[in-house]
């Protein structure tokens, strides 16, 4: 009896792992489903084992990459939790946390001990704000009163920072407020570039999972790494760039004054609110689509 070729790939299982080459399979699948009849049976079969080999190296590249971003746990939600009785079945995504991926993220830090920074710091500081914020705002670190509190921005910079959002027309639950780096630097000092690179995928996270419409970054050491400026941070200053919006993963990102500058340099407070401004247009323009 003539077999295709089809038949002899899924009849030798081993063969076909063993040679990792699952695309060939489903290529040798693809072309004999047309032209041999009698074999669909074994043709199914080497698509499923395709699917199989293909979900393997999904997964495998996920877990490398989490692994690459220093996580010990994959942020899976338990979805268990929020079945449906079976009458209410197709409503689980209605049921579903909306801040799940936030929260799983901050649950995979922990009690975070991957640099130096941990050795010193009360709290982390994850970051606050609404999941579907338009707008976030990103500073450098953690202050003394964030550090104890472990919210972001809450001394007596964070106080200004919040009447900018309100001058802006919004509430502080509407935005999102993060930090480069998620615990205090001694003394206030600046985050480190070795510092900055273990934390900062954590914000490439959020800044994922929030998807704003516009970033704020506020301080030189936010904007030095959203918009990848290459001079080293203390010979980089912030008066150069801010007010013209640069651009992070297609975000538009607006530099500015940080808002502990302009606690010492109240003079500069109108310059950080024709920035904010800038943002307020940037989004009406977002909206009307020009
Ligand atoms: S600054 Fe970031 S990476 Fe460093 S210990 Fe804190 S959470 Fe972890």
């Not at 615990?183 to 985050?191: G, H, T, Y």
């Amino acid at each position: 009896m003539r077999r295709c070729a089809a038949f002899f790939v899924t009849r030798t299982p081993a063969s076909l792992r063993l040679a990792g080459d699952p695309d060939a399979a489903y290529i040798k699948y693809a072309s004999f489903r047309r032209t041999c009849a009698p074999c669909l049976w074994t043709s199914y079969k080497a698509y499923n084992l395709y699917k199989e080999h293909s979900m393997l190296k999904s997964l495998r590249m996920l877990v490398e990459f989490y692994g690459e971003l220093g996580f010990e746990r994959l942020p899976l939600y338990n979805f268990c939790d929020t079945l449906p009785d079976s009458e209410e079945s197709g409503k689980v995504s209605q049921k579903l946390p909306k801040e799940g991926p936030l929260e799983s993220l901050r649950e995979l830090i922990g009690d975070c001990r991957r640099c130096k920074l941990s050795q010193g710091r009360t709290k982390i500081v994850f970051g606050e704000g609404s999941v579907k914020a338009r707008i976030m705002f990103i500073g450098e670190g953690p202050g003394r009163e964030e550090d104890l509190q472990g919210r972001p921005f809450v001394g007596d910079a964070g106080q200004l920072l919040t009447r900018l959002i309100e001058k802006m027309g919004l509430k502080r639950e509407d935005v999102y407020i993060a930090n480069i780096v998620k615990c205090r630097p001694p003394m206030n000092r600046d985050p480190q570039e070795d510092e900055i690179a273990t934390c900062f995928p954590f914000l490439e996270q959020q800044i994922g999972i929030i998807a704003p419409q516009v970033i704020v970054s506020l301080g030189k050491v936010a904007a030095h790494k959203l918009l990848g400026i290459s001079a080293p941070i203390p010979k980089f200053s912030i008066t150069r760039i801010r007010g013209k919006f640069g651009e992070y993963n297609g975000i538009p990102v607006m530099p500015t004054f940080h808002p502990a500058y302009l606690l010492r340099n109240p003079r500069d407070k109108w310059l950080t609110w024709e920035d904010a401004q800038s943002v307020i247009k940037k989004l009406e323009t977002l909206d009307s689509g020009t």
